[in-house]
């Protein structure tokens, strides 16, 4: 089946003589060659998210941030369908941020899920007004009319386009009873449409947040202390001002809320070099304040420490010592993983310009009202004196749900009274981020002589989200314990213990987060367990996954063990898992459920020379409904490039309190010569929909380090394998 | 004054020297295609092409093109095109960020060598990091357009 396209009138690509299916591009242009560009007075409004005029072109607003989840295209893809819309006239205007949109954050893969049913509602709706004016006009049932591919037909043929209803449909009310449409009929929900934005990505006219430009506007760069909170004590600017294009060094304050700016020296220059220039030539002599003591070993060893004796328990069942001490084996792991960087390819920028009472803030922000608060409040203004532009993201994975970066653009901007890009340097990135927590984690588990688990104890330290918005919280809380207390598996004597843990640095969600940990030591472990029971992983796993669930569970939201069996065993099959591998190859497995999506992957490694190669990554995911695929296959892949760079390279460390690592130098990402090939599969379902851009990261790392053991008999309980010189 | 010659059109500016091409190009000319990743030659986002060569802009100084040829993503040239019909068809882009770089480096790597292997993929396009992980897309787009010039001819 081939792709749904929205070829627009300005399409780039002029039919240059190809005679496949790159064809569709030019054979559709002439469509709408004689359609006028001007903007026509009187659209028709039914809600917030669509826009009609009277030509039939169709604007619908994306609420979410675009950072290649495919959002802009899949949450208005419902809308269309829903409304029997041509795509081909649609256009998508992304929205502000604004409280009328509902929530706006995008993060926890949580954009479809939430607002698949509301698109569907606001798509239905427009369908029943269009189709109501229609028989108005006619003078018919509305009952004998129907809407098909941007028109409305009349059981005897008669059609109106839609647009040529505009008039009418403002005069109607919103029909109160809602009729949806039956998914058997929906023609882009479920099936492969191309990113709305495709052509913009690649002639280079999509405009992220580093590419907005006003007239006269300044570039910044701040430096900001290495430590975490620390402040200027003094700095001198005389080297910095002699860089041709800087124009003004000062200092700029601490906010102190979760997402407030850093603080440190800022530098506003005619453009971006001239800007890191003056940076670089500034010298400063800093604060380090109280984490100023940060050393990353020393903090493993700690928290390794507090893991190894009792902590709080958090939740208990049966008798875990009496398990131990009558099992007929005992097995006990400890897994440590390091803070990581989001790294997205787009540093955090913002444009804002202040002016005497309101201020315009152009920036790619995952959560545009987190923006909008942070800058209201730190210039004082009202609600709707602050516009908080969304642009394009050049990725996002968590990091640009924290608008630190926004309001220094807004304190920037007021102190110099001009509009100014705020751009961090790679380094500013891979240094004063939101990272993810650090973690160590104990396993201790007993198997009976026929290889069951019969008790499971699971204990884990880190620094908590929840450190970031009440610094006193040193304990992990919320999810970041139901994510391994709520483990299906169908163990008798069970229990989740907690160990402390300060922050030392800001601590933020990076995509999948705790899911990294948990789903890293849980699944490491039971591969351990299931070959001290000397079985095989797949069996061992679906045994412990215990009883199936109801056809009616399969169908909801609840968490279904059925379903999580199912993507392991399909995964298993895909691979050929059991099956003869070529000489010198082994494979591994991880299952895990999150963001209430069920994920499993086999990974094929080989070794060469004591290096690892990854051949391959079989993923099966259920995420109930689908609405793009080609989004959820392309979510797929990249996870299991994530995954791996996780698996591999990340690595955050701190030493005196300031971050060691730099750039892509020394943070490293996995790179094409590395990348393997990667084969997805979408389980079928009805159930509503569940996450997808996170759910696809956490079972790379685990099928990884199996998959070693299996070929080398080594097992690798720390995180990043080039600790162990492995890639 | 310097002039540059940027995707067939000459530009005359302001700018020091020694500024890197991507921030002239970016800052000064408006052309906002040609991306900052890392600055240190480290993630090809940057990378445009010199006279056919392909270039980290991030680490060229504007001096060192003047009287040479620029081409950046926003330029149209043969191979480029074609190339960007088959990122299309093959969805390669999430987030687009990284994107330009890789076209230019796939550019380079076609301008040179008409029907590579997938080694010969991996060596020419390693310099670029592309953080959503399309790689496997990537490659698949660029042996898609060694077919779409066979078409072509
Ligand atoms: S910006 Fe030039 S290589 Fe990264
Ligand atoms: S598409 Fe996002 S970095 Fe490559």
Same mark, same amino acid.
């Given at each position: ?26 054979? =559709? %242009? ?120 941007h028109f409305i037909v009349h059981k005897n043929g008669k059609k109106i386009g839609f647009g040529d209803l505009v008039e009418i449909a403002k005069t109607i009310e919103a029909p109160k009873d809602i009729i949806l449409k039956d998914p058997k ?27 907005? #430009? ?39 304050? #601490? ?6 700016? %850093? ?53 208990? #069942? ?31 920028? *913002? ?13 790619? *922000? ?5 923006? =909008? ?55 500013d990135e891979t240094q004063h981020g939101y990272y993810h927590t650090v973690s160590a984690q104990y396993m201790k588990a007993s198997l009976d002589e026929k290889g069951n688990v019969t008790g499971w104890l699971h204990r884990f330290a880190f ?8 610094? *006193? ?44 940990? =948990? ?6 472990? *039971? ?57 010198? =190859? ?95 599969e979408i389980v079928e379902s009805t159930a509503p929909p569940t996450g997808v851009g996170e759910p696809g990261v956490p079972v790379i790392a685990p099928a990884i380090v199996n998959a070693i053991f299996k070929l080398t008999g080594k097992r ?12 | ?71 950046? +993503? ?17 969805? +390669? ?61």
């Amino acid at each position: 089946m081939s792709d749904i396209q929205n070829i627009s009138r300005r399409s780039f690509i002029k039919n240059i003589g190809l005679t496949s299916g790159a064809l569709i591009i030019g054979s =559709h %242009l002439s469509l709408f060659a004689n359609e006028t560009e001007s903007v026509l007075a009187g659209a028709f409004q039914p809600n917030l998210f669509v826009e009609l005029k009277p030509d039939g072109s169709l604007t619908l607003i994306a609420s979410r941030s675009e950072m290649g989840n495919g959002v802009r295209t899949s949450l208005t893809s419902v809308i269309a369908d829903e409304m029997e819309a041509d795509w081909n006239r649609v256009s998508v205007e992304q929205a502000i941020g604004h409280k009328k949109y509902g929530d706006q954050n995008t993060d926890g893969s949580r954009s479809v899920r939430y607002l698949y049913e509301t698109m569907r509602k606001m798509g239905a709706t427009t369908r029943m007004i269009l189709i109501s004016a229609a028989a108005q006009k006619w003078k018919v049932l509305e009952s004998e009319c129907h809407a098909e591919n941007h028109f409305i037909v009349h059981k005897n043929g008669k059609k109106i386009g839609f647009g040529d209803l505009v008039e009418i449909a403002k005069t109607i009310e919103a029909p109160k009873d809602i009729i949806l449409k039956d998914p058997k009929d929906f023609k882009y929900i479920g099936k492969n449409l191309k990113s709305i934005d495709v052509e913009k990505y690649v002639t280079g006219s999509a405009i992220f947040g580093l590419d907005f #430009r006003l007239p006269n506007m300044k570039f910044a760069a701040i430096a900001r202390c290495p430590v975490t909170f620390g402040t200027v004590k003094s700095f001198d600017k005389t080297e910095a001002m002699k860089i041709p294009g800087v124009e003004a060094v000062f200092e700029i304050e #601490r906010i102190e809320t979760p997402f407030g700016a %850093l603080g440190g020296v800022a530098v506003v220059a005619s453009n971006t070099w001239a800007a890191f220039k003056g940076k670089e030539a500034l010298i400063i002599e800093w604060d380090n304040g109280k984490n100023g003591s940060y050393d990353s070993v020393k903090y493993m060893e700690m928290l390794t420490e507090n893991v190894h004796k009792p902590g709080v328990v958090s939740k208990t #069942r049966g008798n875990i010592e009496a398990a131990f001490s009558a099992s007929a084996k005992v097995i006990e792991s400890t897994y440590q993983l390091p803070h990581l960087s989001h790294a997205p390819m787009e540093v955090p920028n *913002t444009v804002a310009w202040v002016k005497e009472n309101s201020c315009e803030v152009w920036c790619p *922000t995952q959560n545009p009202q987190a923006a =909008h608060e942070e800058v209201k409040n730190y210039l004082g203004f009202d609600d709707e004196k602050v516009i908080i532009n969304v642009t394009l993201l050049g990725g996002g994975f968590g990091r640009k749900s924290k608008p630190d970066y926004v309001v220094e653009a807004a304190i920037i901007s007021k102190a110099i009274k001009a509009p100014v890009q705020v751009v961090w340097t790679r380094e500013d990135e891979t240094q004063h981020g939101y990272y993810h927590t650090v973690s160590a984690q104990y396993m201790k588990a007993s198997l009976d002589e026929k290889g069951n688990v019969t008790g499971w104890l699971h204990r884990f330290a880190f620094p908590p989200i929840k450190s970031t918005f009440d610094p *006193t919280a040193d304990y992990p809380n919320g999810w970041e314990i139901t994510s391994a207390s709520e483990v299906p598996f169908d163990i008798k004597n069970f229990q989740i213990e907690v160990g402390q843990a300060p922050a030392m640095v800001r601590i933020g969600w990076l995509r999948s987060v705790i899911n990294i940990p =948990h789903g890293f030591s849980i699944n490491v472990f *039971t591969d351990e367990l299931a070959h001290a029971a000397n079985q095989d992983p797949l069996a061992f796993n679906l045994k412990l996954l215990g009883e199936d669930s109801t056809p009616e569970d399969n169908k909801s939201n609840k968490f279904s063990a059925t379903r999580l069996k199912n993507v392991l065993k399909k995964a298993a099959g895909n691979a050929g898992w059991g099956k003869p591998l070529p000489e010198g =190859h082994a494979q591994g497995l991880a299952v895990h459920y999150s963001f209430m999506s069920y994920v499993a992957s086999v990974v094929e490694v080989s070794m060469v020379e004591g290096i690892v190669k990854i051949h391959k990554i079989n993923t099966v995911i259920d995420c109930g409904i689908v609405v793009n695929k080609n989004t959820v296959i392309a979510q797929m892949e990249g996870a299991a490039i994530f995954g791996m760079s996780l698996a591999f390279y990340g690595k955050i460390t701190a030493k005196d309190g300031a971050i060691e690592q730099s750039n892509f130098g020394d943070y490293r990402m996995v790179r094409m010569n590395e990348a393997p090939k990667i084969e997805v599969e979408i389980v079928e379902s009805t159930a509503p929909p569940t996450g997808v851009g996170e759910p696809g990261v956490p079972v790379i790392a685990p099928a990884i380090v199996n998959a070693i053991f299996k070929l080398t008999g080594k097992r690798y309980r720390n995180l990043p394998l080039s600790d162990y010189e492995l890639v | 004054m310097i002039t540059l010659v940027v995707n067939k059109k000459k530009h005359n500016l302001d700018a020091s020297p020694d500024m890197p091409l991507l921030w002239a190009l970016r800052d000064t000319l408006g052309l906002t295609g040609t991306k900052y990743g890392c600055g240190v030659g480290a993630c090809g986002a940057c990378k445009i092409l010199v006279n056919d060569e392909v270039t980290y802009s991030c680490l060229t100084p504007v001096s060192a093109a003047v009287g040479k040829e620029i081409t950046t +993503v926003e330029g149209a040239t043969p191979n480029l095109q074609l190339l960007q019909i088959a990122w299309i068809e093959f969805n +390669v882009p999430q987030c687009g960020f990284c994107q330009p770089g890789q076209l230019i480096a796939a550019t380079s790597l076609l301008n040179s060598n008409s029907n590579p292997t997938d080694e010969e993929i991996d060596d020419a396009m390693s310099g670029n990091i592309c953080r959503c992980g399309t790689y496997q897309r990537i490659k698949k787009a660029i042996h898609h357009t060694v077919e779409l010039k066979k078409q072509q001819k």
